[in-house]
């Protein structure tokens, strides 16, 4: 991937071109951050360079995702015992080449696999292993990525540790997580961590002015590539969020003195619940968002305020008063919370369903 074709992360591409200008370059490197700001498409793009330096005719075999000494690890699921990665490959490559920004989520839909568990194994590292003690094809570099490498499991992680440790001579590993919570403390302190920033609303905007909704857009995906893509082309979710946002707040205010509202909250949840585990976390997002703007609305900074609710006469003047300094925190961690435990496979029926009950006791809370 070229470097010109990454949306924004200019400090981030002249750090990572300088190290390899210079010969400075780790041969373990974490790049920390979410999918759709970029991490997997800076670590092809490095890659390619690295390639480029030594042999520049191999840059078309980086940019096809079919350079012999270019590796990828990546979760998957398992399947007669066997949890390799590059039974997928082609899956992966394909997925990659239509859209390098792809999240995890787009990778468990991809394989129609949303509810099986999808993780990097110890026969994953130990085939890294063996890829690893051959010799290169094209005479230079061999590059590992590992995509997600905050899903390998503890066997898998120890002997990464190991790899990582004495890597073969003319090795780079490129690691990439959304965060380091789930990488041992071993790891991170054999590598070079590359922390990659959300893009600039400025530069989705940019990328997306072609669109009517850019301004909205760039702001709601909250540097999200992938995210914002994807409102483009489900734009009728956006309707059905505003629908969905409205009609849960309603019976939060309706509730305090017709407790029969709650059904309507649980019928509401049960709604949402039939959904896919990525619809319901965008949801979640859009809701957090929206009380933002509420707040902002609420305290005068209408010129933040880049969006407002208006779908079947919802008053927003009038809600955006019920929203302020002394309920936002604890509407945006009840929102969170349920975001957490949905994406750790709880039951999103129950929980959407208390956290759309607990609405109904914030929003009621009287200003400071």
Request: proline share 3%.
């Amino acid at each position: 991937m070229k470097w010109d074709e990454i949306i924004g992360q200019q400090s981030t591409k002249k750090l990572l071109q300088d190290s390899i200008h210079d010969g400075r370059v780790g041969h373990a490197q974490l790049f920390v951050g979410e999918e759709g700001f970029g991490v997997l498409p800076l670590a092809l793009a490095m890659a390619q360079e690295i390639f480029a330096k030594e042999n520049p005719a191999s840059v078309h075999k980086v940019e096809n995702l079919n350079h012999l000494d270019l590796h990828f690890s990546f979760p998957v699921f398992s399947e007669k015992n066997v949890s390799l990665s590059k039974r997928f490959f082609d899956n992966f490559r394909e997925m990659v080449l239509a859209n390098p920004y792809s999240s995890f989520d787009d990778w468990t839909s991809f394989l129609e696999s949303e509810n099986k568990q999808f993780f990097i194994s110890a026969d994953e590292a130990e085939d890294i292993g063996q890829r690893f003690n051959l010799k290169s094809f094209e005479g230079g570099s061999k590059i590992l990525i590992v995509w997600r490498a905050d899903k390998m499991n503890a066997a898998a992680a120890n002997k990464i540790l190991k790899f990582l440790e004495e890597p073969p001579k003319n090795t780079y590993i490129i690691l990439c997580a959304p965060n380091t919570n789930d990488i041992l403390p071993t790891i991170l302190s054999r590598c070079q961590i590359v922390n990659i920033p959300r893009i600039a609303d400025e530069e989705i905007a940019e990328k997306l002015k072609a669109h009517d909704a850019a301004k909205e857009i760039a702001y709601q995906v909250q540097g999200d590539w992938n995210l914002a893509q994807s409102l483009l082309k489900n734009s009728d979710s956006a309707s059905e969020f505003e629908t969905l946002f409205i009609q849960w707040v309603r019976n939060a205010f309706q509730a305090k003195k017709k407790p029969e509202v709650l059904r309507e909250i649980v019928k509401w949840a049960r709604q949402i619940a039939e959904w896919n585990r990525e619809k319901q976390l965008k949801f979640l997002n859009y809701c957090i968002e929206i009380f933002r703007l509420a707040m902002l609305q609420n305290y005068g900074n209408d010129n933040l305020v880049y969006k407002k609710l208006n779908e079947g006469n919802f008053n927003w003047q009038s809600f955006s008063r019920f929203i302020h300094g002394a309920n936002i925190v604890s509407i945006v961690e009840e929102i969170s919370e349920a975001s957490y435990h949905i994406s750790r496979n709880a039951n999103s029926k129950i929980v959407l369903t208390d956290m759309g009950i607990k609405l109904t006791r914030y929003i009621h809370k009287p200003a400071l």
